[in-house]
């Protein structure tokens, strides 16, 4: 097969295909939300994105879960998948693909997929013994676990014990091959203390894993034996490959890998590093085919300092939150007060605290008292004053010129938080610029130049802001972007990428006074905290 690199024309990027076990949580939907706003700033430079989301529908997990409610699994399945959509559609993330593993086409890409190493001799048959862990659907080593058994991660649990005939991938012969990718290619695990992590483990020694079970229904079967069934993340993993499909092609490997392999960013929580930046690499290694650009894992979310858990009561419901405070509110919160890649706490006081200073005050008041005045005291119309009247050292113009590029940097760096500080900064000094310059007392000076240019100056700045937020918070992006007359609509990102590129929209100095404002309206809502 010859794949030519697309890459770096396109731009294919995955979330975790989610266990459908239960309805979607908050660690769900962090890594979407991420994802979405990466895909969503990649469209706005103008590349052509995918964004793959999905569930993971086999294994002993679900299908126990589906028994324990006496459904049939692919009942079971089609409902749960059904609450990852609607939570998708919810948060407002705009995804490309949204693949099932319960789909005909990816038995076919997994059976021809799992004949290629097969071919290579990378498959035989040998006795698994080992502790496993159906909530991690994960073979534990013995040093790794808790007292009685416990899974680390699911400390309540405990493991079960299984000796039984599996067939195994030959994970061990890539040893070499691996170290060279993780030295050849810094950047493939991100960020660099997981990159360690994995360092660490990998120079262990790894040992081949075991891809097939004995006991489990749910689940494809081993092509060459149909007595067993195939491990649920090696058909998982998969899945990323059956996504590119297009709809109607045939699926065959060569279709899928066309046009946006290989992917250029797997999106994943910490807990799940090991499958896509030891296992899957080493198994396309095997198939022969390229590997994906980037695997990042992120942090943990906590509640009030505390892990989340139903055993604990403590959990959070993301449509819930989704409901009461908006799409904005939730994708801002946690992409802003979170460092991606560490693990970060949502607490309620804290989260009505960030919006209502960020959006509610610092932005939202700020492009509200400016129009009021420009309403005074420039008959509602946008100053008729260019980039150009205003020195390039004067105070919001100075930021606003750097601005573009160094969000832009923290984009693609998924430096999510560090992107929305320095937005922010442009909005606070805005704000203390309207103090300082005090357009109303230029304006009863009779200074109407100036009092055009500080007015000029700082709706320029909200709009820049809101241009560079528009990824995280596209509803206020898109509300503020009308109010300054702009029929720019950033939930409708090809129309965006073609009327306002990045390379035009992304520079300080775009608004004009040929566009005619629109009506002031508060673009966020102040929360008051619940009594
Ligand atoms: N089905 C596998 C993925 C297969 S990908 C080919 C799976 N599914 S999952 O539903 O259990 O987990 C999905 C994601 O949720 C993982 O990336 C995991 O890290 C993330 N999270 C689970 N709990 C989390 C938090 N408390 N906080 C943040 N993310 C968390 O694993």
Known sequence: ???????????????????VNDLPHIGSAYTTIAADVVARFQRLLGRPVLLITG???HGLKIQRTAESKGISPQKFCDQMSGGFVSLWQVLNIKYDRFIRTSDPRHEAIVKEFFQRVWNKGDIYQGQQKGWYCVSCEEFKEERELLEGHRCPIHTNKETEWRDEQNYFFRLSKYQTQLEEL????????????????????VKQGLQDFSIS????????????????????WFDALLGYVTALLEPDAEPTLENALAKWWPINLHLIGKDILRFHAVYWPAMLMSANLPLPKQVFGHGFLTKDGLKMGKSLGNTLDPVALTTSYSADAVR???????????????NESRFIDVLNADLANDLGNLLNRTLGMVKKYCAGNVPPITSEDIPNDSPLKSIGLRLGEQVKNAYEALAFNQACDAILKL??????????????????????????KVLYSVLESVRLAAYLLSPVIPNISHSIYQQLGFEIDFNNQAQTAITAPFAIHGTWGVLSDKQTLGEPSPVFKRIEPPK
């Open 1 to 19: 097969m010859n794949l030519v690199d697309q890459t770096e024309k396109t731009f294919a990027l995955t979330t975790p295909l989610y266990y």
């Open 182 to 201: 993780y030295q050849s290619r810094p950047d493939f695990i991100q960020p660099e203390s997981r990159r360690n992590e994995i360092l660490n483990f």
């Open 427 to 452: 909005v606070r000094a805005s704000n203390k610029y309207i103090d300082e310059q005090a357009p109303w007392s230029l304006y009863k000076q009779g200074q109407q130049q100036a009092t055009e």
């Open 332 to 346: 801002y919160y946690f992409l802003k007060e979170i460092e991606f890649g560490r693990d970060g706490d949502f």
């Open 55 to 57: 569930t993971d529908e």
């Open 213 to 232: 079970r004995v006991n489990v229904d749910l689940g494809f079967r081993v092509p060459t034996d149909p007595k067993h069934t195939l491990y649920v």
